[in-house]
Every structure is written in C-alpha cells, then in structure tokens.
C-alpha cells in the first residue's frame, strides 16, 4: 500500500520548511523516517511535520515527535497522520476481493459465442484507480485483448464490470497466475465508488497502525 521512498518534504510544526528529501512509512514500527543527503538536526522530542508527495501530488502529512536525528535520518513516532484532498487517486490498496475474470475471444475461436465466453473465479490482491492486481489460475488469452472483471462488495455496493488489460510480466508459477492489470474502461459511478472504497481503506489501516497510543497519535479524513 505504502511506498518506502516517496518524495517527501520536511517542516517545523509551525510549517516553516526545512528540507527536501524521502519517506518511508513504517507500519511495523509505527514510525514515519525522513532521509537525505543532509537532514538538519532536530532536537529530541521536538514536533515535525513530514508531507509525502506523489506524481507532484501531496497525499499524506504525518506530525510527530522526533524520535531520531542524525546528519541523514530524522524518524518520528507518536504521529498524527492527515490523509490529504485527492490521494485516493494515487494510492493503491491491498485487498481480497472475489471476482470472476470472463475471458476474452481468442482470434483462433473466432467462432465462439459472447454467451459461451467462460468465467474464471479470481481473487483482486491490489487495486488503485488505474490498476488491480488479481490471483488465479493460469489463463489463456490473447495478451492484447482486454479482460472484463466483474466486481462486488466491498469495492462496489452492486456488481460492475471494469474493463482492464494485463502485463506481459504477469507472473505465472505452474497452474497459478498472478495478473498485474491496467484499467482501461470503468463508468463515471463505478470510478466513484472506488475511490471512496480506497479512501475508506487506507484509513483504516493508518487507523490501525497507529492506534495503539489513541492519547497521542489521530488519522484524520478530509471530506
């Protein structure tokens, strides 16, 4: 879900900027690191906010307490963290959606019928608004042909198909596949409904990690 090096810029908790750099957000350590070829030194204990940008685009502000400063590593903890206007666009989520794959026309059948098209039960792993991710057995397909994923609850209040096509560099292991797809055809509704699911579920897991010291750290929404 969360990139170990993205763009990042460093600021006093007065919004006073300090430096350019990179982030990495540590579930695992709940703790948010800022690095560079110099970072200032800042004293123990002090608060500092950290911006994580993407494609130019800031998605993330975490404020927390320095934990760590050293000439190129400043890590904070204790954070409050403020999902910013618009990073659902960007980011991607970690998911274990069923779905069902129905197969393209391969140019060899051309004979075969749309209703005898068949349906393959896949598992959606990863999904952003531009790509998924999904887990089944292996397919035969035309690799320039697109795929219809049929997707429900929880990404979707009702089915909708999405419209998507797969990388070559899939990865296959004997009979199980992993597809990494693009998404190249999704209606106006459905792109909604996908980001307020996205959203929902980065919340959550910033909720999670950091919620194990509710008198100090806070993950806040912007509607």
């Known amino acids: 879900m969360f990139s170990n ?3 990042a810029i460093l600021m006093s ?10 982030a990495a957000i540590s579930i695992k350590n709940k703790s948010v690191d800022f690095t560079n070829t110099f970072v200032p030194l800042i004293k123990i204990g002090a608060t500092v906010k950290i911006i994580c940008n993407k494609n130019g685009q ?9 934990y760590l400063s050293s000439r190129k590593l400043l890590r904070i903890i204790s954070i409050k963290c403020n999902l910013l206007p618009d990073a659902e666009k960007l980011l991607s989520v970690n998911t274990n959606i069923n779905a ?3 197969l393209p026309i391969i140019k060899a059948k051309a004979f ?10 896949c598992m959606i792993v990863a999904v952003s608004t531009q790509r998924l991710i999904f887990n089944s057995s292996q397919l035969e397909f035309d690799w320039e042909s697109s795929l219809s994923v049929k997707v429900s609850e929880p990404a979707f209040k ?5 419209e998507i096509k797969a990388d070559k560099n899939s990865l296959v292991f004997g009979d199980k596949a992993r597809y990494d797809c693009q998404i190249i055809m999704i209606s106006d509704s459905a792109i909604v409904e996908l980001m307020s699911f996205i959203r929902a579920s980065i919340l959550d897991v910033l909720k999670n990690v950091l919620d194990n010291n509710p008198e100090t750290t806070q993950v806040e929404g912007v509607d």
Do not use: H
Request: proline share 2%; aromatic share 10%.
């Open 58 to 66: 800031s998605i993330l502000s975490f404020i927390g307490e320095v």
């Open 13 to 22: 908790d007065n919004d006073v900027l300090l430096e350019y750099g990179f």
């Open 5 to 7: 090096n993205y763009q």
């Open 112 to 121: 075969t019928s749309q209703q005898n098209r068949k349906l393959v039960d």
């Open 100 to 102: 069902e794959i129905k």
């Open 158 to 162: 009702k089915p909708t198909t999405i």
